[in-house]
């Protein structure tokens, strides 16, 4: 056998072993900065060498254990102190004067994101994210408690068997700049569990105020312990790695932009973490053979009024209905971008712009991105392979075009370039539908517009996110994330006649 030791230092040009048979090269700057007590994540999909210093690590270790603790003591507290910590927690949001730091903090970090040309559009805590974040919590605190629920029984002759659900355990989040995904994921809190944030740099600011103005003045009237939520304070991207790779996590989730949510999940399974993915999404709208030109504009128009995951990204139309459906898309986009007062981006699949008019490729927009206004053409062609692309507009809607034989065409290119979230018909045919169904590689489908694939819109349940099918589907759950999905089941045995045996 083999000798363990610990790894004190690496050179330049080491070799690093990854997925048994390949080897990725120490760099000089990974070299220069590793010192002896940090730690290295080698990524085995790809041979990513991450770096967590030891002080990083330090503090994630110190947080996680907090959480454990945290944990074991919430199952010594009541149902009713759960739904007061939400009661209170809502509370000192709604209070101006409890508020009125945390909204500083923010505008302190929107000011800062803006000054290094980051995007803004999910990081300002607007009064609608205020109120949707008193909501939530809200709708947490009354929310039926089911830390020890029986969910199911089998009756034996003197005994049986209860099926119980109760809590997981502790639950790591590491997100993007969104405040409200703060208040969001304390969810957990509810069925028993505990949880450990780990947020973007640019919303960090916002994340300490809201810990120290509310969040922690909550648990503490509440009578929970404080370990029960954890911030990592580090603004750190190897702190994440760091969370990741505990395995004293019972489940970690990730929100974000997709290749980091993806390097983030290849940590956390590679260390024996179960993991919930929410980043990529970009939704597919797909016109049937009788699509009606005028419920194909308003599909489009309401798909586009935002940019987060479950918006419009790919509409397909096919061949024999384009001359009459295209203009619908178009004015559906041109509606969309009207309503927030922007102009609209449309990238055509190459071997489709002989169906969009010439003009659209020549005619130039002004294009808000997060680094200020472009001008650009409204149309520009790309290859098929583009189709793979989620278009992460500011204010300016954007969207691929392509055209398809038919909608089995369309199906097959969802089901290769999209990340396998939503995908619409728009068809009077129910046979089609069923056959879209069918065909299409998808946790969520509908008809029409694609903005209802939301926990708390749809399914009127507080939500901590939305997984797609990119990595695979999910084991014995929807692909919505929700508070009472973050659950165990035990088995218990109930006797009634102690002369039973095997």
Request: aromatic share 6%; with cysteine; glycine share 10%.
């Amino acid at each position: 056998m083999s000798e363990i030791g610990h790894l004190t230092s690496l050179t330049a040009g080491q070799q690093i072993v990854f997925g048994g048979d390949r080897v990725a090269t120490v760099d000089a700057e990974l070299a220069g900065a590793f010192r002896e007590g940090d730690r290295l994540v080698v990524v085995q999909s790809d041979g990513a060498l991450l770096h967590i210093a030891a002080a990083e690590h330090a503090l994630v270790d110190a947080a996680v254990t907090a959480a454990a603790d945290g944990f074991a003591g919430l199952a010594g507290c009541s149902d009713e102190a759960i739904s007061e910590f939400f009661d209170r927690f809502a509370t000192l949001l709604a209070d101006d004067g409890a508020f009125e730091p945390i909204a500083a903090a923010n505008r302190g970090d929107v000011e800062q994101a803006r000054d290094r040309g980051r995007s803004t559009t999910r990081l300002e805590l607007s009064a609608t994210m205020r109120a949707d974040m008193i909501a939530g919590l809200h709708g947490w605190r009354d929310t039926s408690a089911t830390r020890d629920v029986v969910v199911g029984e089998i009756a034996h002759p003197g005994w049986r068997v209860e099926a119980r659900r109760a809590p997981l355990g502790i639950v790591g989040f590491v997100f993007e700049g969104r405040p409200n995904v703060f208040a969001d994921a304390c969810g957990v809190v509810r069925t028993g569990n505990s949880v450990v944030f780990r947020i973007g740099s640019d919303a960090l600011g916002t994340a300490r105020a809201i810990v120290e103005h509310a969040l922690r003045p909550a648990l503490h009237a509440a009578g929970l312990p404080e370990g029960v939520v954890q911030l990592v304070d580090s603004p750190a991207h190897s702190a994440g790695h760091a969370l990741f790779s505990d395995a004293r996590l019972a489940l970690a989730v990730a929100r974000g932009s997709g290749a980091a949510v993806a390097q983030l999940g290849a940590v956390a399974a590679q260390s024996g973490v179960p993991v919930s993915l929410h980043g990529t999404g970009g939704a597919w709208v797909v016109a049937g053979e009788t699509a009606a030109p005028a419920t194909l504009e308003r599909v489009v128009r309401h798909s586009l009024d935002r940019k987060v995951c479950n918006t419009l990204n790919v509409c397909a139309v096919p061949a024999r209905r384009a001359a009459e459906l295209i203009p619908s898309v178009l004015a559906g986009l041109e509606a969309a971008a009207e309503g927030r007062s922007a102009s609209p981006r449309l990238h055509v699949v190459a071997g489709s712009e002989e169906f969009v008019p010439a003009e659209c490729f020549d005619r130039e927009v002004s294009v808000e991105r997060a680094d200020g206004a472009h001008q650009e053409r409204f149309a520009s062609t790309l290859p098929e392979a583009g189709l793979a692309t989620e278009w992460e507009w500011e204010h300016s809607p954007e969207m691929t075009l392509v055209v398809v034989d038919d909608v089995a065409h369309a199906v097959r290119l969802c089901n290769t370039y999209s990340p396998h979230f939503t995908a619409s018909l728009v068809s009077d045919d129910d046979a089609e539908h069923d056959r879209f169904y069918a065909g299409v590689d998808a946790p969520f489908v509908g008809n029409g517009f694609t903005r209802w694939v939301d926990g708390q819109y749809a399914l009127g349940a507080p939500e901590l996110g939305l997984s797609n099918w990119q990595g695979g589907r999910m084991l014995g759950r929807g692909a919505v994330l929700s508070g009472d999905s973050v659950h165990t089941v035990r088995y218990r045995a109930v006797v009634a006649d102690h002369s039973t045996h095997r």
